[in-house]
């Protein structure tokens, strides 16, 4: 079983993700990129402080955190599912909550996007989200 504070890092946890896999991609840039001001011909010295190898060691460390937020990204959506699974579809209230459950911990959507999606008023969606993490 999940609990409530468990199901609700999901969102956080994705985010969290999002965000740094734009700066992974900004540190990779940086290790690649070559330096400007150069003349045709010149070549770059090489350091053992060298910038880009400090760019590559952070975007490798920065990658394992990734992938490490992305296993628990996964078993926090699969022990969500499983809850899913056992909410009540008997009435349109309630399959609607399984809907809303379901774009907001296993979709990861906005509040925003699950409104537009069902066409239900965000608060009324975070209401029927409310209700049934409550039940937690």
């Known amino acids: 079983?999940?609990?409530?504070?468990?199901?609700?890092?999901?969102?956080?946890?994705?985010?969290?993700?999002?965000?740094?896999?734009?700066?992974?991609?900004?540190?990779?840039?940086?290790?690649?990129a070559v330096p400007s001001g150069l003349s045709e011909g010149e070549r770059v010295q090489t350091s053992p402080s060298n910038t880009a190898g400090k760019y590559s060691d952070a975007a490798a460390d920065l990658n394992r955190e990734i992938r490490q937020d992305q296993l628990e990204l996964a078993e926090l959506q699969s022990r969500a599912s499983l809850f899913i699974e056992t909410l009540p579809t008997d009435t349109?209230?309630?399959?609607?909550?399984?809907?809303?459950?379901?774009?907001?911990?296993i979709k990861c959507y906005h509040w925003w996007e699950v409104s537009e999606l069902l066409g239900y008023d965000e608060r009324w969606i975070r209401r029927i989200e409310s209700q049934c993490i409550c039940d937690l």
Do not use: G, N, S
């Not at 969102?11 to 840039?29: A, D, F, N, V």
């Not at 349109?92 to 911990?105: C, I």
């Open 1 to 32: 079983m999940i609990t409530r504070d468990e199901i609700r890092k999901i969102p956080e946890l994705h985010k969290l993700i999002e965000r740094k896999t734009e700066q992974l991609r900004y540190l990779q840039e940086k290790a690649t």
């Open 92 to 105: 349109e209230t309630q399959r609607l909550t399984v809907k809303v459950m379901r774009y907001r911990y």
